[in-house]
């Protein structure tokens, strides 16, 4: 695992988050997230975690996938009016999967071409 990745990750992610959920707070009235906060929080999580992705130098694919599978906590914690443990918990597991993702390819990236 890449600790300098875990971290950057982490704060990036959370920094990102932060932001935007701040601005669309003070933009936005309470209806709309009442009503369309089902789509903008998996929205804003997967576009902070595409500029994540992009700072890190990390694959957009893969890393896209961590997100969903990071995102998943908040699932539970919506319902009970809690959705920010699940980011609380969301960019701990992101991190580490952008950490492993780093290490992996750092290791790809290394390994000798094949011959031909």
């Given amino acids: ?22 601005t669309l707070g003070l933009a936005l009235d309470r209806d709309f997230f009442a009503s369309w906060g089902w789509l903008a929080g998996p929205a804003v999580w997967f576009a902070c975690a595409l500029a994540t992705a992009r700072a890190l130098r990390l694959p957009i694919g893969p890393t ?22 699940g980011a609380a918990v969301g960019i701990p597991l992101f991190a580490a999967w952008c950490a492993r993702l780093a290490q992996r390819h750092d290791l790809d990236s290394a390994a000798p071409a094949p011959m031909v």
């Fill in 1 to 22: 695992m890449d600790v300098r990745t875990l971290w950057r990750a982490a704060l990036i992610q959370a920094a990102l988050v932060a932001a935007v959920a701040v």
């Fill in 64 to 85: 896209l996938a961590g997100a969903a599978l990071a995102g998943l906590p908040s699932l539970i914690a919506v319902p009970f009016g809690i959705h920010w443990v």
